[in-house]
């Protein structure tokens, strides 16, 4: 079974970026880099869901995903 788990990530005022998602209960990251937040997100993702009993056997990151721009007048 596949499993899409949307994860938020937000720039904290330190410069690190912040994962979070409402999917995988526990699943919190930091990390200097976007790239780098959404590796660990994804290494953790796959230990939560081990330990919730799922059968999950990898999670992959999508090819591609949208990103706001907020432009300011």
Known sequence: ?????AIHIEKLPEG????????????VVQARTIDETLMI???VAFH???LQ???????ELQEAFDYSL???E
């Open 1 to 5: 079974m596949n499993y899409t788990i």
């Open 16 to 27: 690190f970026y912040l994962a979070t998602s409402e999917d995988v209960q526990g699943l």
């Open 41 to 43: 997100a994804q290494d």
């Open 48 to 50: 939560l869901l081990q």
């Open 53 to 59: 009993g799922k059968n999950v056997t990898q999670v």
């Open 70 to 72: 907020i432009v300011e």
